[in-house]
């Protein structure tokens, strides 16, 4: 069990100060995960539960705004995103993904993976806090950061993603990479599910995660300005989740890379 009091500590040390405004959401909301309750951890509140792969109730902290989820090494989220395929491919080409994070000094200066788009997680990840230079995101493929984050402290990621136009990424409402962009059905297009802080080799140093999210589109940077930090509170649109329990969208196939 690695939710010690050590790690509780560390956690809600690295929250203080969290002040709350709340922000709605922007349109094309699809999953919604809080981490808000220790005994139902994958509960959505947008969308569909998470699966969990070395991850329980045990991994439970206070952190972020309320709780968090302690990622350990060979754990991972296996995230149902309820998007369609869209961007004239035949998987999913436009998308948005965010996630507030916390890398605990023990874990910066090596690698963290952020996600992973294979679905068997057979090879390397796709999004990581870099080695070295300690602290920077991003991928060889996309480019990484000139910024870095910085251990024990909560960061709102946010990746805005349009097959083949754009890529990029953005920490606390700010854009920190204008990255390469890639091809329609490529490895940044995305399967029905996604992998949250996945690699396949152990490039998987133990990270925090309170909050994540999906959209079905590419956020703008006025959008994500919006969302804030990691302290602003953010909630869905009512109609959001009116529409989404009503019941999944009809998502079939499964790619192999």
């Known amino acids: 069990m690695k939710s010690t009091i050590i790690s509780i500590v560390l956690v809600v040390l690295a929250t203080a100060g969290f002040a709350r405004a709340d922000v709605v959401l922007p349109a094309g909301l699809t999953g919604f995960w809080e981490f808000s309750d220790s005994t139902n951890v994958a509960h959505a509140t947008v969308g569909t539960d998470l699966?969990?792969?070395?991850?329980?109730?045990?991994?439970?902290?206070?952190?972020?705004?309320?709780?968090?989820?302690?990622?350990?090494?060979?754990?991972?989220?296996?995230?149902?995103?309820?998007?369609?395929?869209?961007g004239g491919g035949s998987y999913v080409n436009e998308w948005s993904i965010l996630m507030d994070?916390?890398?605990?000094?023990?874990?910066?200066?090596?690698?963290?993976?952020?996600?992973?788009?294979?679905?068997?997680?057979?090879?390397?990840?796709?999004?990581?806090?870099?080695?070295?230079?300690?602290?920077?995101?991003?991928?060889?493929?996309?480019?990484?950061?000139?910024?870095?984050?910085?251990?024990?402290?909560?960061?709102?990621?946010?990746?805005?993603?349009?097959?083949?136009?754009?890529?990029?990424?953005y920490v606390d409402g700010?854009?920190?990479?204008?990255?390469?962009?890639?091809?329609?059905?490529?490895?940044?297009?995305?399967?029905?599910?996604?992998?949250?802080?996945?690699?396949?080799?152990?490039?998987?140093?133990?990270?925090y995660c309170s909050t994540l999210a999906m959209w079905n589109r590419p956020l703008t940077g006025a959008e994500i300005a919006s969302i804030g930090n990691a302290s602003t509170v953010i909630v869905p649109e009512p109609a959001t989740i009116a529409l989404l329990c009503l019941g999944g969208l009809g998502i079939i196939g499964r790619k192999r890379r």
Do not use: C
Not at 178 to 201: K, M, N, V, W, Y
């Open 51 to 86: 699966g969990l792969h070395n991850v329980s109730g045990s991994d439970w902290v206070l952190g972020g705004l309320g709780g968090a989820i302690d990622v350990d090494r060979s754990a991972w989220l296996i995230v149902t995103h309820n998007i369609g395929p869209n």
């Open 101 to 169: 994070i916390m890398v605990p000094q023990s874990s910066i200066g090596n690698w963290v993976a952020l996600y992973q788009t294979n679905t068997s997680n057979s090879n390397d990840g796709d999004f990581f806090v870099k080695n070295n230079p300690a602290g920077q995101i991003g991928v060889a493929a996309t480019g990484y950061s000139t910024n870095t984050i910085s251990g024990d402290t909560w960061y709102r990621v946010v990746v805005s993603v349009d097959n083949p136009d754009s890529y990029r990424i």
């Open 174 to 207: 700010v854009q920190w990479l204008e990255g390469t962009p890639q091809s329609i059905d490529g490895r940044f297009s995305l399967d029905p599910t996604l992998l949250a802080f996945a690699d396949e080799d152990g490039e998987d140093y133990p990270k």
